[in-house]
């Protein structure tokens, strides 16, 4: 047996299941076992919600999935404590890539081809390790001298979060940040 630095994850809770899968790598619902997918593979050193436990495997909330990992006497975890972030009022919200200011203020400052788009779902009930709370802003490198007037700065705060292998960030309205 060689040593990794991941764990597979599956669909339900069996080595017969299908791997789960991420719109960005494929146009399958099915993951794979090659190295560049990522989309299937939780990396040491990240952090995530522990939904459940079914005898050696534990399910953990992924990317909006519900994934679960090979976890003998769970030698493959560490027990955390801190904050979840959870969507508010049962209802998926959008996760968004950077922490961007509304469309309407990059607009105005004169942004173009740069907006603030999602690019994943966290559906009603999951549940992210808090990553912190930030002031939208935006670093417009058009500008022909590197002074504070280039960022372009709006009063929406995000909270980031670990969602699959990305940093992702949701609007703070749209959460409830809740201590675990």
């Given at each position: 047996?060689?040593g990794?630095?991941?764990?597979?994850?599956?669909?339900?809770?069996?080595?017969?299941?299908?791997?789960?899968?991420?719109?960005?790598?494929?146009?399958?619902?099915?993951?794979?076992?090659?190295?560049?997918?990522?989309a299937?593979?939780?990396?040491?050193?990240?952090?995530?919600?522990?939904?459940?436990?079914?005898?050696?495997?534990?399910?953990?909330?992924?990317?909006?999935?519900a994934?679960?990992?090979?976890?003998?006497?769970?030698?493959?975890?560490?027990?955390?404590?801190?904050?979840?972030?959870?969507?508010?009022?049962?209802?998926?919200i959008?996760?968004?890539?950077?922490?961007?200011?509304?469309?309407?203020?990059l607009?105005?400052?004169?942004?173009?081809?740069?907006?603030?788009?999602?690019?994943y779902?966290?559906?009603?009930?999951?549940?992210?390790?808090?990553?912190?709370?930030?002031?939208?802003?935006?670093?417009?490198?058009?500008?022909?001298?590197?002074?504070?007037?280039?960022?372009?700065k709006?009063?929406?705060?995000?909270?980031?979060?670990?969602?699959?292998?990305?940093?992702?960030?949701?609007?703070?309205?749209?959460?409830?940040?809740?201590?675990?």
């Amino acid at each position: 047996m060689k040593g990794s630095n991941f764990v597979y994850l599956y669909k339900q809770p069996s080595f017969d299941s299908e791997l789960i899968a991420d719109k960005d790598f494929s146009n399958s619902t099915v993951g794979t076992t090659e190295k560049d997918d990522w989309a299937d593979k939780a990396v040491t050193g990240q952090q995530f919600y522990k939904v459940g436990q079914s005898g050696d495997w534990t399910e953990i909330d992924y990317g909006g999935q519900a994934a679960w990992f090979y976890n003998p006497d769970n030698a493959n975890t560490t027990a955390a404590a801190g904050k979840l972030v959870t969507p508010k009022n049962d209802k998926a919200i959008p996760v968004y890539g950077s922490a961007y200011p509304d469309n309407s203020i990059l607009k105005k400052n004169k942004v173009t081809g740069t907006k603030a788009t999602p690019l994943y779902e966290m559906p009603a009930g999951q549940k992210y390790v808090f990553g912190g709370e930030m002031t939208a802003d935006y670093f417009n490198s058009h500008f022909n001298s590197n002074t504070a007037k280039n960022v372009i700065k709006e009063n929406t705060k995000y909270v980031q979060v670990q969602f699959n292998h990305r940093i992702g960030f949701v609007k703070a309205t749209d959460v409830d940040v809740v201590d675990q």
